[in-house]
């Protein structure tokens, strides 16, 4: 290798050393906290990704397999926290250097189970670049959000107006069963009068005829 060629590789070499990156698998004992450190230097982006995996396949992840996950620096200060989750996403950019930890708590049940987990930990310039893909799914994941509420909108509109027709069909059949009913009571009115006045001449003929008036 020529020496011009020197600096070009210690480029490579110390690009590959100030990116860290940390996937594995582990387990998690219902009742348990299982923590995962990683030494990150200062102002530096880190992103993680974790999820419960699902060895039953074909059936939905039970409600019992969920997480209490919560990130610390070497100081203590909390980086993200999650309760009750089988998966979760964190990113933060480094404000002093030191040991990153990641702790995942499965809670206590009966009978106990174990809880796998897959975690994604990277830091550097791939930490920056699983960031902006992750922004990118945020944008996809908020424009179908965003499609399925219009959608719902555009149901609730037309049922709404559905009902308003069927308001006005309503209150137009009352108009007109008010408007019969009007009608047939004073026709009952004339019929009772028309049979009170028959039964009146009808008496007054009969006591006449009987030379009682």
Not at 82 to 89: F, I, L, P, R
Not at 110 to 135: E, H, Q
Not at 187 to 203: D, F, N
Request: aromatic residues 10%; proline residues 3%; negative net charge.
């Amino acid at each position: 290798m020529g020496p011009e060629g020197f600096p070009l590789s210690l480029l490579v070499i110390l690009a590959l050393f100030s990116t860290q990156i940390q996937s594995l698998r582990f387990d998690v004992e219902s009742g348990h906290t299982k923590c995962i450190s990683e030494d990150i230097k200062s102002n530096a982006m880190t992103v993680g990704k974790y999820q419960v995996v699902n060895t039953d396949d074909g059936h939905p992840l039970p409600d019992t397999h969920k997480l209490a996950v919560r990130v610390t620096s070497t100081y203590g200060n909390s980086y993200h926290y999650a309760d009750h989750v089988s998966e979760g996403y964190f990113a933060f950019q480094t404000a002093e250097a030191g040991d990153y930890m990641a702790c995942f708590f499965a809670a206590d049940q009966k009978p106990p189970a174990t809880l796998t987990i897959d975690l994604d930990w990277k830091s550097g310039v791939v930490a920056k670049d699983m960031t902006n893909v992750a922004k990118k799914g945020s944008v996809e994941a908020m424009k179908t959000q965003l499609m399925k509420m219009y959608l719902t909108v555009i149901d609730i509109q037309t049922e709404m107006n559905y009902l308003r027709e069927r308001e006005e069909e309503m209150q137009e059949l009352n108009r007109s069963t008010n408007a019969n009913m009007g009608w047939l009571s004073g026709l009952s009115i004339i019929v009772c009068l028309s049979v009170a006045g028959l039964q009146l001449w009808h008496l007054k003929g009969f006591f006449e005829k009987k030379k009682l008036i």
